[in-house]
């Protein structure tokens, strides 16, 4: 036992950090998923829910869109529902389910796109809808109804009006009567196009919310990997692999108990910012040019900031947001090097590459480990990698690797029953 045992990380603190990385997906939609969680929130309060429930909306809010992983999804998803949104909302689902703490969230957000229909829309292929989804849903329509580049206040009336003649096809009579009422007040929309993240806090901080220990952000931090890997199946498993690895190389290392749940953390979070980063970058084998490069080269620099706003998360952020510094100072994006870099940082950073070139990708073949060996010994002769860490992987590489393969193979069984099941 060491002090980190004690360290409790809050919840919402945590699920903030997340709707933000998953908001970098689309530019377009600023912060839609914390003015998505503030709307819901307020018209819930409209309709005297109570506060649990209001604070059910507002994870809800908070996470409804995690299943539109990719750039196209969202894109599609800005100005219409198509008829494929519920694919997006039973994926966002069937990944929360995994939370237990979100496993109400993620029956609300199941059913986030569900019409009215006259009363019909209360039940979905012989699963009761919750009067909370119907509210998420028409939060998130109007949401984005609003126009960032125009003025706020201007644009109530037709706002009011489009949500109007959709009563009863789309939205319930009493939802619109509540969205109306609310809508009177001007303090509700500014918000909404308030600075991001002023809209949401003040909220947020006077909820209760759940403490979380390690185990537990440990399940939170994976399925957070997936919403990051399932993107694309060229990288559907990659995450798993290095945080399994990362894990197991520390554990080697002498590394405490709870300094090995975070440096798994740390793995299953190391790619948070390639969120940021378009589908058809991460799915381009070779060929990219200067531009490109330099937009993948952005996601370290993002899961670095996204991370810093979670508290007690600052080993763990360096040990996961330093994996593309290299001892000799040539990476990025910080241009650490040894004399900075710590050893849970190095050892991140030979678990990604030894992950990335070890593993399987669509357009090539993973490499014999005998070249995977000589390219990890390359790199520590041009002082790219550390040595100390790079021995603990040499001299128990069979263990190791069996490690990254068990995780890799599971999370692409994983990955395929997703991909198969949520269209
Ligand atoms: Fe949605
Ligand atoms: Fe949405
Ligand atoms: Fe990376």
Known sequence: MDSMDYKRINMHELLLCLANAADLVNPRLTAHHQKVAYLAYRIGGQMNLTREEQKKLLLAGLLHDVGALSYNDRIELIDNEPPTAQSHAE????????????????????????????????????????????????ADRVTVLVDPQREVIGQIHEIRNSIQSRVNTVFSPDLVDAFLALSNYEYIWLDLVYKPLHCILPVLTTLDTMELNWDEVILLAQLFSKIIDFRSPFTANHSAGVAKTAEKLAELAGFSESECKMMLIAGYLHDLGKLAIRNELLEKPSGLDSNERNEIKSHTFYTYRLLQSVKEFETINEWASFHHERMDGSGYPFRLNGKCLSLGSRIMAVADVFTAISENRPYRKSMSVDDVKKVLKSMEKRQALCPYALSILMENYDTVDRVRIDAQEKASIEYNYFSVNSE
């Open 91 to 138: 994926k966002g689902a069937g990944l929360l389910h995994g939370f237990p703490p979100l496993q109400e969230v993620a029956e609300i957000i199941r059913f986030h796109h569900i019409p009215w229909k006259n009363g019909e829309g209360q039940h979905f292929r012989g699963n009761q809808v919750s009067h909370m989804s119907h509210i998420l849903h028409l």
